[in-house]
């Protein structure tokens, strides 16, 4: 069945009507979609960061070579390495005479210990003099005793919430 005969009067303007351009297609889509775009946008809550802050200040730092290195992780087998753990946080920092502060961003809650190392000379590992003794400055969270090798991850570690923390550690040299 034709619609059509039943409509007589759309047949000639249906027919006749230019077509509407591209351009001015555009401009109407955008005229009607904006608004839509901004109510959605407003819908959306705004969401918290996925953890706290957390700012670390070395302090003793005895010269200005090479970088300090930092990591905090929450895998006790893993610490004091960061170097392929899910829940490790890493950075460096150029190295500062006095002191430097590194900060760690959206930690989640947990147990975490942090490890530092003054490399430096920038080759990437902690240098030993003898086989065992460090010849580069270190430091550990809680202010954690080293005696015939890094300490326990329990003895550094520290209970992040979901507030901001500011911590302090000592950086120590041997050598």
Request: proline residues 9%; positive net charge; charged residues 20%.
């Amino acid at each position: 069945m034709q619609l059509r005969p039943l409509f007589p009067f759309l047949g000639p303007l249906v027919r006749n009507r230019p077509r509407p351009q591209p351009q001015r297609l555009k401009r109407t889509a955008a005229l009607l979609l904006l608004p839509l775009a901004g109510a959605l946008a407003a819908a959306v809550p705004a969401t918290d960061p996925a953890g706290a802050t957390i700012t670390v200040t070395v302090t003793e730092l005895r010269n200005a070579k090479g970088i300090v290195r930092a990591c905090m992780t929450n895998d006790a087998d893993s610490f004091p390495r960061c170097r392929g753990v899910a829940g490790a946080f890493g950075t460096t920092a150029q190295a500062r005479e006095g002191s430097l502060s590194f900060t760690f961003h959206d930690v989640p809650p947990g147990r975490y210990a942090i490890a530092l190392l003054h490399d430096e000379n920038a080759n990437g590992k902690a240098d030993r003099a003898l086989g065992m003794m460090p010849r580069e400055g270190f430091g550990f969270s809680r202010d954690a005793r080293v005696r015939m090798g890094p300490p326990k991850f329990s003895d550094a570690a520290v209970d992040i919430g979901a507030k901001d923390r500011q911590l302090t550690i000592r950086m120590r040299y041997m050598l």
